[in-house]
């Protein structure tokens, strides 16, 4: 599975979009990006995922670049319930074959009143 | 759907102790993987199965540690002897195709 790179940590203001980039420019053409979070002390949590075209549901959206070597993942207003690390992860996924499901550093986001 | 289910909470054991964490994955769900965190090495995946059958168990530290998954609703990690650097909370996932779900995890110490 492609590596991915994100910045370590990040604030964000209440109520402001929170952007949280990442990098994946060894990506291959059926390779998925996928955004996880993890609030403290609790399991990670799916947000979203996409291949080439943008996604939005009602956690986040999902930008990724159309030469698919970077994403990112934009909580729309932040709340300081969305404070957690961040891990973007690029996972192989087919209807019969499906890679790991690595985890990097990931990126803490504090949000801040 | 109780979501992923993992027990013990928490488990608190002596060095050379033998230790079993259990998992009951999502019903439906064909893939199931084992992680480990720790402050010094994040979320390492230990091993996953998909349809009861251990796809990588690469990154299982040592021999010590060993995994099964006798059926879909069922699997165990098992650490014999565990040691002190064994202490983390355990992870276990279940998943169909993309999203995975995240059990509340296990918090071993080996004291």
């Known amino acids: 599975d492609a590596k991915t790179t994100q910045p370590p940590s990040m604030d964000c203001a209440e109520g402001r979009a929170a952007n949280l980039p990442c990098n994946h420019s060894t990506i291959s053409g059926n390779e998925y990006v996928y955004w996880y979070r993890q609030i403290h002390s609790q399991g990670p949590q799916y947000i979203i995922h996409g291949l080439k075209n943008n996604e939005t549901n009602e956690m986040a959206s999902l930008i990724i670049t159309e030469d698919r070597k970077s994403s990112t993942l934009i909580l729309p207003h932040a709340t300081l319930r969305d404070t957690a690390v961040y891990y973007c992860i690029v996972r192989l996924t087919g209807s019969s074959n499906t890679g790991k499901l690595i985890f990097g550093q990931g990126t803490t986001l504090q949000v801040k009143p | 759907d109780a979501g992923v289910i993992q027990s013990p909470r928490h488990e608190v054991t002596e060095m050379g102790q033998e230790v079993t964490l259990r998992c009951k994955p999502i019903s439906g769900h064909d893939y199931l993987f084992w992680y480990r965190q720790t402050m010094m090495r994040g979320l390492e995946l230990l091993i996953y199965?998909?349809?009861?059958?251990?796809?990588?168990d690469s990154g299982m530290p040592e021999d010590r540690f060993s995994a099964k998954m006798p059926n879909a609703s069922f699997s165990t990690l098992k650490i014999q002897p565990s040691e002190p650097r064994d202490s983390a909370v355990y992870f276990c996932?279940?998943?169909?195709?993309?999203?995975?779900?995240f059990g509340q995890g296990t918090r071993l110490t080996v004291v």
């Open positions: 199965f998909n349809n009861n059958v251990p796809i990588d």
């Open positions: 996932a279940s998943s169909r195709r993309h999203e995975a779900f």
